[in-house]
């Protein structure tokens, strides 16, 4: 048996092992950072110590240090403890991290970020998580915050924070088709408001308003037009597509809201911009009434939603009995 | 400082939480809020609901307990919470490793408290 120094420090280890314990350390490390974990160098010095004390009686070989190493775990479940006491926002985000880590998400200054393109499941999570008591979430897209739906519906009494198993799992085809009607609608009421008016309509249209309601800026009717109908109209086609073609309640939910959410902003804006240009408005409650729709409407079609899964539920529990 | 100690304190409560849930459901079914409202009778435990639904939802996941809903004597029907026979298990266990954290802990901290 060949006598092996004792482990004094990470230079005593062999070469192999050195980098094994290394690059470990430097995916905590990471992890730490994404995580926004305040002192991640003391953290990495203070595990780098533990491992070396645990492996002081040892020959400091690849297999030691794979056994110390494995007590800790996944380096990224090592980094999420560390995280575990901080806020929800931390949580959605070390959720998040757990799908698939990206240097596209994380917080800059304390601000959340999420550069990555938004998908059915993040969209649901962040939107409608009635079990957070936290109405303010990560954002879906950009940096900030978004309204977490499921939070308001409790606080509005809507739905209970447990009102389904697992969200909009047990929602009828029929209760989706339904919902459908609400972008659908807010779309074709852009669409039709649009020819219906179009002839009276002055070559530039409102842009941007002030404080006060009024415009301040100008630009083209038919851009005016567009990027509400182009928003609306997307968003529509793919919840539609959505609820066509999965089987996911989540997914089609989640598509739903968002359609509802841009076609109702477009909506809002291309009704404030025909009120303006038609030389009404400069009242200042009307752009947030007219904005607001973003809000209420994916508020009102998700809760409508959950609350058919709920009623769902209920038949399927209280017939059993 | 005092925030430090509150935010320890959170962490104490948030471990034994999920104990007290088994152990109030060990025999007897209850609803969320009824829940919270027995938690909050015991000021060392009392918690938020923000805290105790997805505690309840991690726990349905893991199969340590089960709901169903039910008509209520009072009021809408009300999602009800019980222990699986996994989680009576899973309760026991957890109860005994209590105990004896408990009694480890009481005799480290004996005459160290000041009352």
């Known amino acids: 048996m060949i006598e092996s120094a004792a482990v004094q420090g990470a230079h005593d280890l062999p070469p192999e092992s050195r980098e094994l314990l290394e690059t470990y350390l430097s995916r905590v490390h990471g992890a730490l950072l994404k995580g926004a974990v305040g002192e991640a160098e003391d953290t990495i010095a203070e595990l780098r110590a533990h491992v070396l004390d645990e492996l002081a009686d040892t020959d400091g070989s690849p297999a030691a240090l794979s056994g110390v190493l494995a007590e800790f775990g996944p380096p990224e479940d090592l980094a999420a403890g560390f995280s575990a006491g901080g806020s929800d926002d931390a949580q959605v985000d070390a959720d998040d991290h757990a799908e698939k880590p990206s240097a596209l998400s994380g917080r800059v200054l304390g601000l959340p970020y999420e550069l990555r393109i938004?998908?059915?499941?993040?969209?649901?999570?962040?939107?409608w998580d009635p079990r957070n008591p936290r109405v303010f979430v990560p954002r879906v897209f950009g940096v900030g915050w978004d309204v977490n739906f499921g939070a308001l519906a409790v606080l509005l009494h809507l739905i209970e924070p447990d009102a389904e198993d697992e969200p909009f799992a047990a929602v009828?085809?029929?209760?989706?088709?339904?919902?459908?009607?609400?972008?659908?609608?807010?779309?074709?009421?852009v669409i039709g408001s649009y020819l219906a008016v179009r002839g009276a309509l002055p070559p530039t249209l409102p842009a941007h308003w002030t404080l006060a309601g009024r415009p301040d800026s100008y630009w083209p009717a038919l851009g005016a037009f567009a990027v509400p109908l182009v928003m609306s109209v997307s968003s529509t086609v793919w919840a539609v597509w959505t609820v066509a073609r999965s089987r996911s309640g989540l997914a089609r939910a989640a598509t739903i809201g968002f359609a509802a959410f841009l076609s109702a902003v477009s909506a809002g804006v291309w009704t404030l911009t025909l009120i303006t240009a038609m030389g009404a408005g400069g009242q200042w409650w009307l752009p947030p009434v007219c904005v607001?729709?973003?809000?209420?409407?994916p508020l009102a079609v998700l809760s409508a939603l959950a609350r058919s899964g709920r009623a769902a539920e209920q038949r399927r529990d209280m017939d059993a009995a | 400082m005092g925030s430090d100690s509150d935010s320890r304190t959170s962490q104490f409560r948030k471990g034994a939480v999920e104990l007290a849930i088994l152990a109030l459901l060990d025999g007897a079914e209850a609803y969320g809020?009824?829940?919270v409202d027995a938690l909050a009778k015991h000021p060392g435990l009392a918690i938020s609901a923000g805290t105790v639904y997805p505690l309840l939802s991690r726990l349905k996941k893991a199969g340590v307990i089960d709901s169903a809903w039910r008509e209520s004597p009072v009021g809408p029907p009300r999602k009800y919470y019980r222990l699986t026979d996994a989680g009576r298990g899973e309760f026991a266990e957890l109860a005994r490793a209590w105990q004896e954290l408990s009694a480890a802990m009481g005799d480290l901290l004996e005459g160290k408290v000041s009352r």
């Open chain 1, 118 to 127: 938004p998908t059915a499941k993040r969209i649901a999570s962040r939107w």
């Open chain 1, 172 to 189: 009828s085809d029929r209760a989706f088709l339904a919902a459908l009607l609400v972008p659908v609608g807010l779309t074709a009421f």
């Open chain 1, 292 to 297: 607001s729709a973003g809000v209420w409407a």
């Open chain 2, 33 to 35: 809020g009824e829940i």
